[in-house]
């Protein structure tokens, strides 16, 4: 079964960087679209970044220029550059994947903060 696994959240102050990581087993990696959604509190899940098979990205208008997402096929593993973090960036980040079915990680808690 498919299965992915976040990591790398946690706290950091405004300007900061972190690095998510989603490490996926379960499937075959390198032909599913790769993606990483965000849930602040009371809003509504948001797409920040996908990556295609094909390595083509596309991200969201708040996140261009900031973050970069990237991905490792000899690994199954997929990657979220988060520089010049600010207040708004705070929600939980998820990991995605889809192919023919939508599969989601557990997410992991970004919170940034003086």
């Known amino acids: 079964q498919v299965q992915l696994v976040e990591s790398g959240g946690g706290l950091v102050q405004p300007g900061g960087s972190l690095r998510l990581s989603c490490a996926a087993s379960?499937?075959?990696?390198?032909?599913?679209?790769m993606g990483w959604y965000r849930q602040a509190p009371g809003k509504q899940r948001e797409l920040v970044a996908h990556?295609?098979?094909?390595?083509?990205?596309n991200y969201a208008d708040s996140v261009k220029g900031r973050f970069i997402i990237s991905r490792d096929n000899a690994k199954n593993a997929v990657h979220l550059q988060m520089n010049s973090l600010q207040p708004e960036d705070t929600a939980v980040y998820y990991c995605?994947?889809?192919?023919?079915?939508?599969?989601w990680g557990q997410g992991t808690q970004v919170t940034v903060s003086s």
């Open positions: 990556i295609s098979s094909t390595y083509i990205t």
């Open positions: 379960g499937m075959t990696f390198s032909m599913y679209r």
């Open positions: 995605h994947a889809s192919r023919a079915y939508d599969y």
